[in-house]
């Protein structure tokens, strides 16, 4: 019997698609195989860390019996391979397929939490675009609203501490380099967004020692004297006390420079 070149390649590509399935990632499918068996070979891999052996195994499980007793628990355990291998998009998506789907399963509670964490393991250092930060913010937020009771509501809150301490510093940043450029006004601007947002992060006080330097130069005396006041009053660090006597260095400075200026204007 002869093929004609369409069949020839027909017939290659269906061979290879066969190889392809079942031998995916070094993974050696026995025919025959029931869920449970897919399932234990699924878990002997998770336990060796050999994530993209356990990943094949998972989903035919999933493929096999979609609504089965097992089925919840190996779409858990996908998300959860991927988020070993750092593939935290791929974990996002498994571990939402399982909310969706599965919304029965006792592995929901976690699934959220871990959609926050995976957008967290994404977040970049500060001075970069923050989409994934913001991400994890709201389902930080939304995992305490929905399980206030949760075990692990702590280590949500650790993290939303962090997340607002890095958006932040974000801010403070732009207000500093305002600063710096000696563009006084953009400066108070930013370190006044900062304060209103993130009155309660680490990044505070730097904030409101950036604006008194500001208030400075701007001579705006009596605001800056309010602040120098405040701060006074609290606990200081020494950074900080060492701060407060550069800007009280910088005041006194500036005090010398408006009198020089009234002598002129007197000759």
Known sequence: MSFTKIERLYLILLITAIFVLSGCAGTKIKP??????????????????RWDS?????????????????????????????FNKKEYLLAVSEFQQLTERYSYSPFVEESYFKIALSYFEQSPKYPQEQASTLRALQNFQDFIDAYPASELRMQAEEKIDEIRNKLARKVYESGKLYRKMEEWRS????????????????????????????????????????????IRKSKQSPEVGKRLQYLNRLYEKEQLKIAREKKKLQK
């Open 32 to 49: 025959g195989m029931n869920t449970e068996e897919y399932f234990k070979k699924a878990e002997a891999a998770f336990k060796k860390k």
């Open 54 to 82: 356990a990943i094949d195994n998972f989903n035919m499980v999933l493929l096999n019996s979609p609504g089965g007793e097992l089925a919840d628990d190996a779409q858990y355990y996908l998300g959860e391979c991927y």
């Open 187 to 230: 400066a108070v601007f930013y370190l006044d967004k900062m304060l209103e947002e993130f009155y309660d992060t680490d990044w505070a006080i730097p904030a409101i020692l950036e604006k008194a330097h500001c208030y400075i130069k701007l001579r705006q005396f009596d605001e800056y004297k309010s602040i120098v006041s405040n």
